[in-house]
């Protein structure tokens, strides 16, 4: 196995340094699951309801205690790793309860989205965003070292059914709603969604048992742009959608249009889960709600290619990108090959090299990419196939010297400095099961990339792109001749 990254590129003036291009796209995000990242204050652990929180690591649905103090802590580690956007699942306060086994840990059973969850707060600190302190360390420790904050919402739903209760919402502490007394029409009363292909389904019933707001009360629209307005003027630098095909087109354009007419800077992408470029419904959802999509694509792609659940290897990454024209801005889409709905990698496919090389893939094909927390760390767990919860194992390792972390660094670093990755056109050199090799142009800077997953392969690539003479690999160090175009 092998990997060839080569890049030229011009000094860009003073001016093309500062222009407004495209926002979001030079960065590199990495998704954290708060509770599941690092314990930085274990006195606040048993705060709330008594059994929520798990101190043996061993009940999944529980909280194991990471924080944002402990985001905090590990800025510089962060940092060092060449992170510029960190993405953090939600951080409204939950309902504090636990059925079954499952609990909030999650984030997305919300209880009130003007407060901070309290478990990830120091104790005794305010859960309002008005006088939370933690909330603005971590905002300022990050934003210190230029990192971005991705903020993690949810509008379709709130709670499911917990101990008799479901749906309960505050304003910032004050009664707002109650599924099971809704006079003031806040929530669709249907049943669960049964046919995934059906709109009114996906509009208006439950997914899950959770109950799904009413997207049509005026009320109900008011209070969580408001909401997420408050989270951005503290500092917030994007927004992440959950469950965007669940609420109507009409929906995230007024959205977008109030927070951005608030924030114009604010970058947004959501959650279309599993969407395809083939799939109509979907690509009216990426061009034309002025949010950007996860590439679940892509994703599949990738894993695929190295996983074999799919026969084609890259084959499968030539047919999504080909399909790249049916999206107004293919170069704007968050790509990724693993997150908390799927197994990881590592659980589809146990090399430590193919992870490698398909991080790789990730850092240098069109797209924002995002990695999961703990990637670098080879982190996995198994059990039952690596599935959610096991897929959000507790992050056991910050070690800085291995081989995936310096891909990483030296990948992100090149995001920011060469421009091609972040906005160039892709062009494919060569394509077979094992070999992919392709370039990214824009303007005067040029990427050539070349990952070979198989033992022994090798061929010839025409046109590189590249100048003539000696190029030497970002990542191997290994030289190679350029010469009349041809390598």
């Known amino acids: 196995m092998d990997t060839v990254v080569s890049g030229a590129s011009k000094q860009a003036s003073a001016n093309q340094l500062f222009e407004k291009e495209a926002e979001f796209r030079k960065e590199t995000i990495y998704f954290i699951v708060v509770d599941r990242f690092f314990n930085g204050n274990r006195a606040n652990d048993g705060i709330s309801k008594q059994g929520v929180h798990d101190p043996s690591l061993t009940h999944w649905g529980h909280y194991w205690g990471g924080d944002l103090e402990g985001i905090i802590e590990k800025a510089d580690y962060l940092k060092q790793l060449g992170i510029t ?11 504090d309860d636990i059925e079954n086994g499952h609990g909030p840990m999650h984030g997305y059973w919300t209880k009130d989205f003007k407060r901070v969850n309290p478990h990830f707060l120091s104790e005794g600190d305010s ?51 109650d599924f099971q007394d809704d006079s003031n029409c806040f929530y669709h009363h249907y049943p669960e969604i049964i046919d995934w292909d059906n709109e009114f389904q996906l509009i208006h019933h439950e997914m ?59 970058f947004l992408f959501g959650e279309y ?9 979907y690509l009216h959802y990426a061009n034309d709600t002025g949010v950007s999509v996860l590439d679940f694509a892509l994703a599949g792609a990738i ?33 990724f090959i693993e997150n908390h709905d799927m197994p990881r990698f590592l659980s589809i496919c146990s090399s430590h090299g193919d992870l490698e090389l398909a991080t790789v893939l990730l ?33 056991e390792s910050w070690e800085t010297g291995s081989r995936l972390s310096e891909i990483i660094r030296r990948l992100a670093w090149l995001r920011k400095t060469n421009r091609a990755l972040a906005y160039g056109r892709h062009g494919q050199k060569y394509v077979s099961e094992t070999i992919y090799a392709y370039t990214r142009h824009y303007r005067d800077n040029r990427v050539f990339v070349a990952v070979n997953k198989g033992d022994n392969a090798a061929c010839t690539i025409d046109h590189t792109g590249l100048p003539e003479g000696t190029h030497t690999c970002l990542l191997s160090g290994n030289s190679f001749l350029v010469a009349e175009g041809s390598i």
């Open 127 to 177: 859960t309002s965003l008005k006088t939370c302190v933690t909330l603005r360390r971590m905002i300022e420790a990050l934003h210190e070292r230029d990192i971005k904050i991705v903020l993690d919402i949810v509008c379709n739903h709130s709670s499911p059914q917990l101990h008799g209760r479901k749906g309960v919402v505050t304003d910032d502490g004050q009664p707002l709603a």
């Open 208 to 266: 899950l048992g959770l109950a799904t707001f009413n997207e049509r009360n005026i009320d109900f629209r008011n209070y969580i742009k408001s909401a997420i307005k408050s989270w951005l003027d503290l500092g917030f630098d994007a927004l992440r959608i959950d469950t965007l095909k669940h609420m109507p087109v009409w929906f995230w354009q007024e959205f977008v249009a109030d927070i951005q007419a608030s924030k114009p800077d604010t």
């Open 303 to 335: 894993r695929s290619a190295f996983s074999g659940q799919e026969p084609g290897g890259f084959h499968l990454i030539e047919r999504v990108l080909a399909m790249d024209p049916v999206y107004r801005r293919s170069t704007a889409l968050v790509t």
């Open 363 to 395: 850092l240098t094909l069109r797209g924002i990419p995002c990695l999961f927390y703990g990637t670098e760390q080879y982190l996995v767990n198994d059990t039952d196939g690596g599935n959610d919860p096991y897929n959000r194992p507790m992050m």
């Open 85 to 95: 956007a960190v993405w953090l699942s939600p951080l409204f306060e939950q309902v």
């Open 273 to 281: 889960g599993f969407g395809s470029p083939w799939d109509g419904r």
